[in-house]
Every structure is written in structure tokens, then in C-alpha cells.
């Protein structure tokens, strides 16, 4: 999961981000974590006046979103392929965990995930996509 996912739901209860971050655990898609990805959701989410809720309400989120995920292993072989080092943890965690998709508004970020055979897709698609509609 992006960053700025994590950050844009956090920030308003209105949107896709929210959307998509309200159905974590309830068997609608399953996502991927790996330690370095957390701890990077952890640092950008506590910076001050990033979002408007407590450290320890950013703490509870991130102990869902932990307890939900499969957990991966880091492996650095392929790295670098995004511009964007934060982005290739995010792909990292993809490719290990064999994911179908990166959910963003970010696809010309993410290009090289076909490479892996993962699709991009913005958020308004992918929740269309699970809940049978076509987009």
C-alpha cells in the first residue's frame, strides 16, 4: 500500500482511500507488509500536522493493518526499479507477495511493477472491480 493511501484515509473519512483502508479484514482483497514498509508508514504517519489524529490512533492503525497483512520477507535483489525509494518498498512488498495489483493514483510512479506482472490501478477501478462492477 502507497503511502500516500495510508495518509489521504487518515485525513478524511471521505474518498477511496478511506474506501479502500474501511475493508482491510473483511475478506474483500488481502494485502501485503513487510517490516521496512511498516516502519516507513510509521515515521511518515507521525510527522507533526501530517494527519489529525493521535500517535496513539496512527499505532492502532498500523497494529490493524499489521494483524490483516500477510508479512513478507525484504529481498533487495532486483532493487532499485522505481525512481523513488520509498515507492520500491512498496513494490518489494508486492513482488514478494505475489500481489495482483498496487492500488494508486500514482501509475506512471509505479510503471515497472508490469514488469513483475502486477497491474496498477487507481482506486476507483479496483474497488469497482471488487465489487463486481465494471469500471
Known amino acids: ?62 497494529d490493524y493493518l499489521c494483524a490483516t497483512a500477510v508479512r513478507q520477507s525484504v529481498h533487495f535483489l532486483w532493487r532499485p526499479r522505481l525512481a523513488d525509494v520509498k515507492d520500491d518498498m512498496v513494490l518489494e512488498a508486492a513482488v514478494n507477495g505475489q500481489c495482483q495489483a498496487i492500488v494508486t493514483w500514482n501509475a506512471r510512479d509505479f510503471a515497472a511493477a508490469s514488469e513483475f506482472g502486477i497491474a496498477v490501478l487507481n482506486p476507483q477501478v479496483f474497488l469497482s472491480t471488487l465489487k463486481g462492477e465494471t469500471p
Open 1 to 62: 500500500m502507497p503511502f500516500h493511501v495510508l495518509v489521504s484515509a487518515l485525513r478524511s473519512r471521505l474518498g477511496w482511500w478511506f474506501d479502500l483502508l474501511s475493508q482491510l479484514g473483511q475478506g474483500t482483497y488481502q494485502h501485503v507488509v513487510t517490516v521496512p514498509l511498516v516502519m516507513e508508514y510509521e515515521d511518515v504517519l507521525l510527522r507533526p500536522s501530517l494527519v489529525r489524529v493521535t500517535p496513539v490512533a496512527v499505532h492502532d492503525v498500523l
